[in-house]
C-alpha cells in the first residue's frame, strides 16, 4: 500500500516561497506519476501540477505557470512543489498524489490511486 505524506506548508506573505514536500512509501516511487493538487472549503479539489514518470513530462494548471515547479528525487522517494510569486489566491489545502498509470488525464482527481492528507497554505496579503 502506497503512503504519501505531504510537508512544508505554513503560512507567507504574497510575494513570499514555499517549497512542499511529499514522501513515498510502499511501492517503487519511480513508477508513479505524481500530482499536486488544492482545495478551499466548499470548492471541488482542483489540479496543480503533475509529473510523469516515464519521461518526466510536467504540466501546470494556467494559474500557476511561471510561478511553481514540480520536480522529484527518485533517490528520496519525494516529489516537491516549489512555490514562487505566492499570491492570497493560492491559499488553500495542498494535496499530493500518485497515479500508476499517468497519461493524459493527469489533471483529473478521480485518475490518481493514493493521496496524502494534506498541508494548509496560507498567503496573506
Known amino acids: 500500500q502506497v503512503q504519501l505524506v505531504e510537508s512544508g506548508g505554513g503560512l507567507v506573505q504574497a510575494g513570499g516561497s514555499l517549497r512542499l514536500s511529499c514522501a513515498f512509501s510502499?511501492?517503487?516511487?519511480?513508477?508513479?506519476?505524481m500530482g499536486w493538487f488544492r482545495q478551499v472549503p466548499g470548492k471541488e479539489r482542483e489540479f496543480v501540477a503533475a509529473?510523469?514518470?516515464?519521461?518526466?513530462?510536467?504540466y501546470y494548471t494556467d494559474s500557476v505557470k511561471g510561478r511553481f515547479t514540480i520536480s522529484r528525487d527518485n533517490a528520496k522517494n519525494t516529489v516537491y512543489l516549489q512555490m514562487n510569486s505566492l499570491k492570497p489566491e493560492d491559499t488553500a489545502v495542498y494535496y499530493c498524489?500518485?497515479?500508476?498509470?499517468?497519461?493524459?488525464?493527469?489533471?483529473?482527481?478521480?485518475?490518481?490511486?493514493?493521496w496524502g492528507q494534506g498541508t494548509q497554505v496560507t498567503v496573506s496579503s
Open positions: 498524489a500518485a497515479d500508476r498509470f499517468m497519461g493524459m488525464r493527469y489533471s483529473v482527481v478521480d485518475e490518481y490511486d493514493y
Open positions: 510502499g511501492r517503487s516511487f519511480s513508477m508513479y506519476g
Open positions: 509529473m510523469r514518470w516515464s519521461d518526466s513530462s510536467t
